[in-house]
């Protein structure tokens, strides 16, 4: 497990933060990346965006704390990263993409790193922040998304070494592709319920026979 959060392997999170392009092409080429540390970066934007809905001033927040369940959120994001790595492998893999699964889930991890770093920070400026002085925080959340989603595409255009045309394409296949596999889910689970009821009516009608 050492191997996995080396020092070095730390270096090249950092490094690939800001040489995107280098970076994540050698994750491809030669394996620079870490899979643990990239599901350690999405658990941490979870729980950062959880703080950030829980304890941000009310100037820039109307969510009420109570309704905040981080337990759930954390499920959500990683269920929701899950469908996004195989709704992706499972698009390219049809369209010629060179990365494999552990690829792209590195990509969609370190992709999270300008939130991670950027969610608790802009949660304690709110505290500070006066009814006129909003527009600041939201500036700093919008700059950590918009790199977030800039290193993502091209975390996802070296890994598969795609035009960003073809890449750009690609998620918004991925995108449809995970609706198909939600539909697809809570189709079986519909199905997995009738199941279980139809056999414990029987169940049920046997005891009352009996």
């Known amino acids: 497990m050492s191997k996995y959060f080396s020092k070095e392997k730390w270096k090249y999170l950092w490094y690939t933060l800001s040489h995107p392009m280098d970076g994540f092409y ?18 941490l934007f979870s729980v950062s965006f959880s703080l950030n809905r829980y304890l941000a001033s009310f100037v820039v927040n109307d969510i009420n704390p109570l309704s905040v369940d981080a337990f ?4 959500g994001v990683l269920l929701l990263y899950t469908l996004l790595c195989v709704g992706n492998w499972s698009v390219t893999c049809l ?3 060179e990365g494999r699964l552990k690829d792209i889930a590195i ?3 370190y992709g999270m790193l300008p939130m991670v770093l950027t969610y608790l ?7 500070a922040v006066a009814s006129d002085e ?6 700093l959340i919008g700059i950590s998304v918009a790199y977030s989603f800039i290193l993502i595409l091209i975390g996802i255009m070296q890994v598969h ?9 690609t998620l918004l296949i991925t995108l449809i592709a995970v609706f198909i596999i939600i539909f697809l889910m ?3 689970l519909d199905l997995l319920g009738q199941v279980y009821t139809f056999f414990y009516s029987i169940y049920t009608e046997l005891l009352f026979r009996a």
């Open 161 to 169: 070494n795609y035009t960003l045309g073809k890449t750009i394409l």
């Open 121 to 127: 920070p802009a949660t304690i400026i709110s505290q």
């Open 186 to 188: 809570l189709l079986l």
């Open 95 to 97: 369209m010629n993409g």
């Open 107 to 109: 990509a969609i991890g």
């Open 134 to 139: 909003e527009a600041f925080y939201f500036m």
């Open 26 to 43: 050698w994750i491809r080429r030669k394996d620079k990346g870490s899979v643990p540390i990239a599901i350690l970066l999405v658990v």
């Open 72 to 75: 759930t959120e954390l499920l």
